[in-house]
């Protein structure tokens, strides 16, 4: 199955629509951002970086960043739709439950990344604004808060 009729059907599933009605809830609330940011960023600490899912770390990486600086008050750009996505999206990464199960070996992780493009797809104006506001500020947002 190609990953635009995976991204499809995981978009289409009940597990993403209950991340989508979750992420209204954690987009108000900095706290929850704040959980679900400290969630990705252990995530992806577990996977190991290859050749095939460098540019996934780097999107997974890009839309933690934004959802940071939107926590934190620092970039207030993002549209509504755009951050509930990435957050249903983040939401759907660190899930244990989900379309294919991340314990399933070599395919887990198809769903996720799927999602992630996906989402990443779906803003990418929104993105690229985030990241040319991002390379304007004077110190570069750090990947350890």
């Known amino acids: 199955m190609s990953a635009s009729k995976l991204a499809g059907r995981v978009i289409k599933s009940v597990f993403f ?6 992420a209204v809830e954690y987009a108000k609330s900095n706290k929850k951002m704040g959980d679900l940011l400290s969630k990705v960023r252990s995530k992806t600490q577990h996977l190991e970086p290859t050749e095939n899912n460098a540019s996934f770390m780097e999107n997974v990486s890009t839309l933690r960043r934004m959802v940071r ?3 934190q008050g620092d970039y207030k750009e993002i549209p509504w739709r755009s951050l509930t ?6 939401l759907y990464f660190v899930s ?13 992780f198809t769903d ?5 493009i996906w989402v990443y797809n779906a803003i990418r104006s929104d993105i690229e604004n985030f990241r040319q506001w991002e390379a304007k500020q004077v110190v570069p947002i750090s990947e350890q808060s």
């Not at 996505?85 to 983040?90: E, Q, R």
């Not at 996720?112 to 992630?116: L, Q, S």
């Open 17 to 22: 629509k209950v991340a989508l009605e979750r």
């Open 85 to 90: 996505l990435v957050l249903a999206g983040l």
């Open 69 to 71: 600086a939107y926590k």
């Open 112 to 116: 996720d990344i799927a999602v992630i």
């Open 96 to 108: 244990p439950i989900d379309f294919i199960p991340d314990l399933l070996p070599l395919v887990g």
